[in-house]
């Protein structure tokens, strides 16, 4: 069964320094990978996603990930943060392209900005 | 432009009593799927429905029933409720399990 794990709970970084929040997963062929963010009492919003094809993917808000089979990882990057970046975020993985793969979330990092 | 509608946004309930979550989507979607938050523990898929009339049970199903009456709608039941449901529960639409999911604005549940 896949599986997503997100090792950092709450990760903290000031303003204007870069971030990576890291996820791995476990799943036996070629995943469908996904960044959510979470902003307070809101719902989830796509970040950025990988299906295929070049390897490092970008997103909306600035926001980068770069997937590695090798080690099994799709780590979110961003060269600076910005206050509003405050959220927690979310990895996901699909089991493939069809109306039938479940989609399953790690349990979450969540990032906090220092002024 | 409503995208995922859950109803209601917010309820208490008291141990044993039912309840049904309801969930629309306007997208046309195939795929949908209702999810639970728990402090540190992310969101845990409950129930998803592949298309209209099939439901398939995910991480955390017991305790719940869903029904997929149309491909608008994807209702979650709790039948007798328990303060271990106490949670925050998503509702989703996709058009395949491989692409985006849209979320709705979450219910928050307590049971007393």
């Known amino acids: 069964a896949q599986s997503v794990t997100q090792p950092d709970i709450h990760i903290t970084v000031s303003e204007g320094a870069s971030l990576e929040l890291r996820c791995n997963y476990s799943y036996g062929a070629t995943p469908y990978l996904f960044w959510y963010v979470q902003s307070p009492g809101q719902g989830l919003q796509l970040l950025l996603k990988?299906?295929?094809?070049?390897?490092l993917v970008q997103g909306i808000k600035g926001f980068e990930a770069e997937f590695k089979r090798s080690q099994s990882s799709f780590n979110l990057r961003k060269p600076s943060v910005h206050w509003s970046d405050a959220a927690e975020y979310f990895c996901?993985?699909?089991?493939?392209?069809?109306?039938?793969?479940?989609?399953?979330f790690g349990s979450g990092t969540r990032l906090s900005i220092r002024p | 432009n409503a995208g995922v509608t859950q109803t209601p946004k917010f309820q208490v309930l008291k141990t044993g009593q039912s309840m049904t979550l309801q969930c629309a989507q306007d997208m046309n979607h195939n795929s949908m799927y209702w999810y639970r938050q728990d402090p540190g523990m992310g969101l845990r898929l409950i129930y998803y429905s592949a298309s209209e009339g099939t439901t398939d049970k995910g991480e955390v199903p017991n305790g719940y029933n869903v029904s997929r009456l149309n491909k608008r709608e994807f209702s979650l039941r709790l039948e007798s409720a328990a303060p271990s449901q106490t949670s925050v529960y998503f509702c989703a639409s996709g058009d395949r399990g491989g692409t985006e999911a849209f979320f709705g604005q979450g219910t928050r549940l307590t049971v007393v």
């Open positions: 990988y299906f295929s094809g070049d390897t």
């Open positions: 996901a993985v699909a089991q493939g392209y069809s109306s039938a793969s479940k989609i399953i």
